[in-house]
């Protein structure tokens, strides 16, 4: 049985009906098999563990901290409860994936309040709550604010429906957080008032993270708050914080792991100029920066004094030109991870084939997704120069106009370690552009010559005998996104009948009808969610799958326009929790 | 020999109507190209009817491809937006995070923004006391839904308020000539920013609006 992700079950496959054997007493007392799991983290291990024997999945309960819950209606918070009677640290997420492109409507769910109800009863000393991709609103941060005295540690990730009032109680009651982390947060106009609502002695944040909120704060609040919290080592502001602002609050935390500068656009004089170049030369500390907002070749030297140990550049808000970001690579030789926009185009990503030898980890995102001014971003000849300086790639998410299969297959042959290939050729459809073949050649190359790929984007016009490829080589893949491929059934089919390892599979506009959803009957069980939208599936096909598969939530999402037998959007996963209490009207358990 | 599956299609925008046209006639591809992958020599030889797809691969692969392809509704739904000066946008396409901005931001902005160096020390050091002068003001821009806040203390002349509004919006270079920077005064009077020196903008400005050109002509 798949380990992952945490199912939690009421009992064992072998403890809840009559015929239990019975078994031999454990060799060790409790406390010591207590002791020695206690020492075990990951919960995919703590999964097996529970597995073992009776008297292991007791004590596994018993010493199980940290819940790790990769879909929150696999689950219910009861079940929960009753089996976790210890749990001081939280992990949850909630909506498909699709979801943080517009694909989902409004409302669809993933409102972690009633969690919040449960673990308010039964979890009183929880110190950590990790959300993604959930809905939170000001009522349920007030209900955590409140809840928990010993609580440490909020992270939102791509949640939705607070405000700054949720955000204040948070900041009022909470007297030994240490994290305050929101990331890629919806927020309309949140106010910015909760910074001041930290109390005047208050002084145990180590991160705060706010760079995705929009509005102002009180930066004499935020000076404060900083300099009095001698441990904080991460710090990434909004863009309301200027680079003058930003100079201050350096001289107040030059320990700083990770930095989120606001924005990057200000006039300064001479002496402004030299007071934050020295504040970024004494971060002697920084892995990691981000931020640089209208960051431009006037004022990015001044971080170039910091930039000797980073490991971590996020420019995916400050659109640079090849030049100066060639400047600014030179000087950071460490690099491991780099997010760029394609505004930096061939030729930056040459000069990063030079200056980062080290680099794992390459974003490159567009900055004009919409192709409304016809730029030419980048092309398969960066992706390759990269490849070439770059032997330890690992990670790719690279949008761009125009792939060749050719290149694809050079640079696997140069990186054949990509855990992590997520290749988004922007329009629809699109052949190699040289030789106006599909990609399957791209593809698979991809799958046969990176035996450790983990997760995969596709892209481009692709046949089904790319789909053929990827079930028969892909041995560990997990996670599948397609878009505008395939020719039929068959495609979808492969996948699900080879890729042994697979747990997400999300798919949009693709001619896959029933007889490849219903290929995967078995599978789905052992994978945390399907996602089809404008697919061939039927509602007839998704009837049938629901009856077959009892232990499957089949929901379809209704869309106004859309025909009643058509399955517009289908999201399938497993569950021990039945069909979803909560479910709006426009979503339909089958 | 191509195979050809044709499909007359509106493309919505004609000619005249899309300002983005304006932008760069050379690199400018037509929807046909930009959308379903067509070369552009076949864009002029196919006039009006769009290929769905064009391969010319291999044979029995392709008959079954025609085949599937003319039964099933594999067409992108097409989703119009709102914005009329948009081309066709398919709906959660390409797949970037809704909040990630979408950069407009050309090189000759950005060159013009780097002449403003040294500006006049005010007296009171460039940086003392710069925290509680921050002058935030909503700015809103004409045909944009959401209002945004601008910090007006760190800029000390039109042309440094002008790049930043250009870069928070995102104004393509050729839609720049098309807006006119518009001010609220304390006294709740509208006015054009440009007619009054930089000191009594500053010091009158309550909120800012970006009014495209035709309608300030009757304010």
Redesign the interface.
């Given at each position: 049985m798949d380990p992952e992700p945490k199912k939690p079950e009421d009992s064992p496959s072998n403890s809840a009906n009559s015929h239990t054997p019975v078994q031999p007493p454990s060799p060790f007392p409790d406390e010591v098999l207590e002791k020695v799991l206690s020492f075990i983290d990951s919960h995919k291990d703590r999964s097996s563990v529970s597995l073992v024997r009776k008297d292991w999945y007791n004590a596994e309960r018993w010493t199980r901290s940290k819940l790790f819950i990769g879909n929150c209606y696999s689950v219910s918070p009861e079940i929960v409860a009753r089996r976790f009677p210890r749990i001081k640290s939280i992990t949850l997420k909630g909506k498909p994936r699709?979801s943080?492109?517009?694909?989902l409507p409004r409302d669809w769910g993933a409102n972690v309040h009633s969690w919040l109800v449960m673990f308010a009863k039964v979890y009183p000393f929880l110190e950590e709550l990790r959300l993604k991709r959930m809905t939170v609103t000001d009522e349920s941060l007030e209900l955590l604010a409140k809840s928990f005295s010993g609580f440490k540690s909020l992270s939102l990730s791509?949640c939705d429906g607070f405000t700054d009032i949720g955000l204040k109680a948070i900041a009022s009651h909470c007297r030994n957080l240490t994290e305050l982390d929101i990331q890629?947060s919806?927020t309309?106009?949140v106010g910015g008032g909760w910074l001041s609502c930290f109390p005047e002695n208050f002084a145990s944040l180590e991160v705060l993270n706010f760079a995705?909120l929009?509005?102002?704060v009180s930066?004499?609040d935020l000076?404060r708050l900083v300099s009095r919290c001698k441990s904080l080592r991460v710090l990434k502001v909004n863009e309301?914080i200027?680079l003058?602002?930003l100079?201050?609050l350096l001289v107040h935390a030059p320990q700083l792991l990770e930095l989120g500068t606001g924005s990057f656009?200000?006039?300064?004089?001479?002496?402004?100029y030299e007071?934050i170049e020295s504040a970024f030369s004494n971060c002697k500390n920084l892995q990691i920066l981000s931020g640089l907002w209208?960051a431009?070749?006037?004022y990015l030297p001044v971080l170039y004094g910091a930039c000797a140990g980073l490991t971590f550049l996020n420019l995916?808000?400050a659109?640079l030109?090849s030049g100066e970001f060639a400047k600014l690579l030179a000087h950071c030789p460490n690099l491991r991870r780099l997010w760029v926009?394609d505004?930096v185009e061939d030729k930056g990503l040459e000069a990063v084939g030079s200056s980062c030898p080290l680099l794992e980890e390459l974003r490159v995102?567009?900055?004009?997704?919409?192709?409304?001014?016809?730029?030419d971003g980048v092309t398969e000849l960066g992706f390759l120069a990269v490849s070439r300086g770059c032997r330890n790639l690992h990670y790719v998410l690279y949008?761009c106009r125009r792939m060749t299969n050719a290149a694809v297959v050079t640079i696997v042959q140069n990186c054949p370690d990509f855990t992590h290939f997520r290749l988004?050729i922007?329009?629809?459809?699109?052949?190699d552009y040289l030789t106006?073949?599909?990609m399957d050649e791209a593809f698979a190359a991809v799958v046969k010559t990176c035996t450790k790929l983990k997760r995969l984007s596709v892209s481009g016009?692709l046949?089904d005998l790319t789909f053929e490829f990827i079930g028969k080589y892909a041995k560990n893949l997990e996670t599948l996104?397609v878009?505008?491929a395939g020719?039929?059934d068959w495609g979808m089919q492969c996948v699900l009948e080879g890729c042994p390892k697979l747990r997400k599979l999300e798919i949009?506009?693709?001619?896959f009808?029933n007889a490849a959803l219903l290929s995967g009957l078995k599978k789905y069980e052992m994978m945390r969610s399907l996602w089809m939208s404008?697919c061939?599936v039927t509602m007839k096909g998704c009837r049938l799958l629901a009856r077959e598969m009892p232990r499957l939530n089949v929901e379809v999402i209704m869309d106004e326009e859309s025909d009643e037998s058509q399955a517009d959007k289908v999201y399938v996963y497993r569950s021990v929790a039945g069909p979803r209490r909560d479910a709006p009207p426009f979503v339909l358990t089958l | 020999m191509e195979v050809q599956l044709e499909l007359a299609l509106s493309s919505g925008s004609g000619k005249g109507s899309d300002p983005n046209q304006d932008c760069d006639q050379r690199k400018k591809r037509s929807f046909e190209e930009a959308f379903m992958g067509v070369k552009k020599k076949d864009v002029d030889d196919l006039h009006e009817t769009l290929p769905l797809l064009i391969w010319d691969g291999n044979e029995e692969k392709k008959q079954q491809f025609d085949g599937e392809l003319l039964e099933q509704k594999h067409i992108p739904k097409l989703a119009i937006s709102n914005n009329r000066e948009d081309n066709f946008v398919v709906v959660g396409w390409p797949p970037v995070k809704s909040w990630r901005r979408q950069f407009c931001h050309q090189i000759s902005h950005r060159e013009c923004t780097t002449n403003y160096v040294n500006v006049e020390n005010n007296g009171g050091g460039g940086g003392g006391g710069r925290g509680s002068n921050s002058m935030y003001v909503k700015v809103k821009m004409e045909g944009v839904g959401i209002t945004r806040k601008l910090n007006l203390s760190v800029h000390r002349s039109y042309h440094s308020l002008t790049a930043k509004l250009i870069a928070m919006f995102g104004i393509c270079e050729e839609n720049v000539e098309k807006y006119k920077l518009t001010y609220q005064d304390k006294e709740g009077h509208w006015l054009l920013a440009r007619d009054v020196p930089w000191e009594t903008f500053i010091h009158s400005v309550q909120r800012l609006k970006l009014q495209k050109m035709a309608t300030t002509f009757y304010s």
């Open positions: 699709f943080d492109f517009n694909m791509s890629d919806v309309e106009d995705s929009n509005s102002e930066f004499d000076e309301s200027t003058d602002q100079q201050r656009l200000q006039e300064l004089t001479p002496r402004q007071d209208e431009n070749s006037l995916s808000d659109p030109q926009v505004t995102f567009p900055a004009d997704p919409y192709d409304r001014h016809h730029r949008f988004c922007m329009t629809p459809g699109q052949p106006n073949d599909p016009l046949t996104s878009a505008f020719n039929s949009r506009d693709s001619p009808g404008d061939n | -």
